[in-house]
């Protein structure tokens, strides 16, 4: 009879662990029947997060970044240094193309009415600069005009020379302590002379400072004198039928242009920097010839004969400004 309990009491143990086992068995299936229904809406909700910042980013227009790193964006400047760049070169040529930046040192304002015949100097406008001096001997100089009498003389820095349009010019020059002085451009001044600077005959250099002070600031502009005389002409030593310079002297106003008869019209001669003109084949030499002033005035001389360095008067003069 014992042994009849003890028998059922296994029985009921081991039913009690098939139950306990097939308990576990099933929720552990239905764990992993979860897990896997679950897996594929994570991988979906993943798959649209990803489509979204893609369709995020195409929108925004910027790219996307990996994941840990930084995008990467120029910074305005340098962005923005090359466009500035080429911005300011396309301006140098039109500040560089400019007739009042080119026409004087000192850029004066151009002034109404003033010929574009002109060259850096120019009527009506006040220049600064510095005068020195130098020792004008007989008064020879660049301009080729050879000795002169008068001794208020003065030599143009290069640039303000401008391949002998200055010469023969007449200067008003003011110093700071209000001395004046006129002179006639007869040389140049070579560098270091600088734009706007003359450089004075001593004589002339005396009537603003003393001549032992050498360098004085000043203001000075073209005039046109009322007394004047007549213009000259002089053929150059060697010249001919067939090779001719030519030289104009003792003009109130500077030349802008000189021009020989060819039977066929007018031939404009080039200008040398010792201040003739030249007809390298002859052309027009020993035939009329027509002066212009930078004002734009004429003047056609007739009857000057072909005789190397001898100064012929014509009994003409360009009228005052």
């Not at 840990?68 to 070169?89: L, Y």
């Not at 009322?226 to 106003?253: D, E, F, L, M």
């Not at 404009?268 to 390298?280: E, G, I, V, W």
Request: charged share 15%.
């Amino acid at each position: 009879m014992q042994e009849t309990r003890q028998a059922a009491r296994q029985r009921r143990h081991r039913r009690r662990l098939m139950v306990g086992t097939t308990t576990g068995l099933v929720v552990a299936g239905l764990l992993v029947c979860l897990a896997i229904v679950m897996q594929p809406d994570r991988k979906g909700d993943a798959a649209r997060a990803a489509a979204t910042a893609v369709a995020n980013s195409e929108e925004s227009g910027l790219p996307s970044s990996p994941a840990g790193k930084k995008s990467v964006t120029p910074s305005p400047s340098a962005a923005s240094a090359s466009p500035k760049a080429k911005k300011s070169k396309s301006k140098k040529p039109k500040a560089s193309a400019s007739p009042s930046a080119a026409s004087s040192p000192s850029s004066p304002q151009k002034v109404p009415g003033t010929s574009s015949l002109a060259g850096r100097i120019r009527g009506n406008v006040t220049y600064p600069g510095v005068a020195t001096v130098y020792k004008a001997g007989v008064g020879d100089g660049a301009c080729s005009y050879g000795p002169s009498s008068d001794m208020m003389i003065a030599a143009m820095n290069t640039t303000d020379y401008e391949t002998s349009q200055a010469c023969g010019a007449h200067i008003l020059v003011r110093a700071a302590n209000g001395a004046t002085v006129t002179v006639r451009i007869t040389n140049e001044c070579p560098l270091p002379c600088a734009p706007g600077q003359l450089d004075l005959s001593e004589q002339a250099f005396a009537k603003l400072a003393p001549v032992s002070t050498g360098r004085i600031a000043i203001t000075w502009s073209l005039v046109s004198p009322s007394s004047a005389g007549t213009i000259s002409i002089r053929y150059k030593i060697g010249s001919s039928p067939y090779w001719c310079g030519i030289q104009a002297i003792g003009h109130r106003n500077p030349i802008a242009r000189l021009e020989v008869s060819t039977g066929g019209g007018w031939r404009q001669l080039t200008r040398t920097d010792y201040n003739y003109f030249l007809s390298p084949n002859g052309s027009g030499c020993g035939k009329a010839i027509r002066l212009t002033d930078i004002y734009g005035e004429q003047l056609t001389i007739n009857g000057v004969a072909l005789r190397p360095d001898v100064v012929q008067s014509t009994g003409v003069q360009f009228a005052r400004h």
